[in-house]
C-alpha cells in the first residue's frame, strides 16, 4: 500500500522530528545537570510537535467529513 501513496505519509518508526539515537547517546554522556535542560527542550519540542499533529488530523478529519457529506448529496 505504500507504493501508493506520497512518501510523506509512509510509516516512519522514527519520526523525522525526533531527535536521532546519536543525541540521546550525547546526552548519556554528560552529568544529570546538563542532561535537564536539554531534555526539557526535547519534550517541549515534542509537545509542539504532537500539537500541530493533533491540529492537522483534525483538519484532515473536518476535509473527509465534508466530501462524505457532498458525495451523498
Do not use: C
Amino acid at each position: 500500500m505504500a507504493e501508493t501513496l506520497p512518501p510523506w505519509l509512509w510509516f516512519l518508526p522514527h519520526h523525522p522530528g525526533d531527535p536521532g539515537p546519536e543525541i540521546y547517546g550525547l546526552l548519556a554522556g554528560l552529568p544529570a545537570e546538563k542532561q535537564v535542560p536539554i531534555i526539557e527542550k526535547i519534550n517541549a519540542a515534542r509537545g509542539e510537535v504532537e500539537a500541530v499533529r493533533a491540529k492537522g488530523y483534525a483538519q484532515i478529519g473536518a476535509a473527509v467529513a465534508a466530501a462524505g457529506k457532498n458525495a451523498k448529496s
